[in-house]
């Protein structure tokens, strides 16, 4: 069966730490993977990623992935309140090319 | 419109009372998704449209849920005669690209729906 873990499942940080979370994946068919963060409302796009050892980056946050290991990582550095989040990795896999999704890394940025 | 816009933002319904919820999509956007979110946990896909076809209808719990986008852009998400385990908060999505997991979603705020 296809799966998508993330680790750790919670954090808690002071703000300016670098924060680095994990997404593993077991999936057939890999096609492309995706970051959302999620605060109190909806998942916003981060990142989606599709060959390996590319990294991604759009201001603090970065993002890799490694097709040997199946995993990716997410980076923030100089973290701020603001990255309070929940913080989702989803798989795009199979022939039904469908989304399966982590239960995500809560991250809780301390003042 | 500027975003995906769902309503009603919340719900609280009685057990065996029948729910619609309701998803206008970003003009113009193909793809429509529907997701279950349980508290604490990640997204849980429902069904996926590819304009009014419901391609993709896999992810349904049971025959009490049904979707429909009969003109290919507003969606509604029925469930009939709620059960306390349909509480959650059902996220609609939407991508102008075809296929699923073939780009960016873009999610509403969601319908959190309170089975008593």
Known sequence: EDKVVQSPLSLVVHEGDTVTLNCSYEVTNFRSLLWYKQEKKAPTFLFMLTSSGIEKKSGRLSSILDKKELSSILNITATQTGDSAIYLCAVNAGNNRKLIWGLGTSLAVNP | GAGVSQSPRYKVAKRGQDVALRCDPISGHVS?????????????FLTYFQNE???DKSGLPSDRFFAERPEGSVSTLKIQRTQQEDSAVYLCASSPARGQGTGELFFGEGSRLTVL
């Not at chain 2, 429509?32 to 849980?44: R, T």
């Open chain 2, 32 to 44: 429509l998704f529907w997701y279950q979110q349980a508290l604490g946990q990640g997204p849980e």
């Open chain 2, 53 to 55: 076809a419901q391609l």
